[in-house]
């Protein structure tokens, strides 16, 4: 797959816009002048892979996202991060027990719905 640089730089947009950042903010974060990222983000200059792996880290995204886009599911730790992570903390307030029944319910429900998908899910 090629990696074209104009899809990088529009996906590092649509981060940085995502996570409600500026231009401004993003720069200093990354420590270089606004104008360095506004080459970056427009296109023009390709960013470094330490700036990219800033970047990721600033809007929460996986590098490889910035790279190839979204995967043929999704990237669902980015769609969810939200929901799944009130799961996980409220999966943390229960007890052991209680924490291995809803996994390996939440498991076999998956299971089952990979196993015997609707025409709709397709």
């Excluded at 892979?49 to 886009?69: C, D, M, Q």
């Amino acid at each position: 797959m090629v990696i074209v640089k104009s899809q990088v730089a529009q996906r590092i947009r649509q981060a940085r816009e995502y996570r409600n950042f500026t231009q401004m903010e993003v720069a200093q974060r990354l420590e270089v002048a606004r104008q360095t990222y506004l080459d970056i983000e427009s296109g023009k200059t390709e960013p470094k892979i330490s700036s990219l792996v800033t970047i990721a880290e600033i809007t929460g995204r996986p590098l490889n996202w910035f790279l190839y886009g979204e995967s043929s599911r999704g990237d669902i730790a980015f769609t969810y991060r939200e929901e799944l992570g009130t799961l996980m903390a409220l999966i943390g307030q229960l007890p052991v027990s209680a924490r291995d029944l809803v996994v390996e319910q939440a498991l076999g429900m998956a299971e089952y719905l990979l196993a015997y998908p609707s025409s709709s899910d397709r």
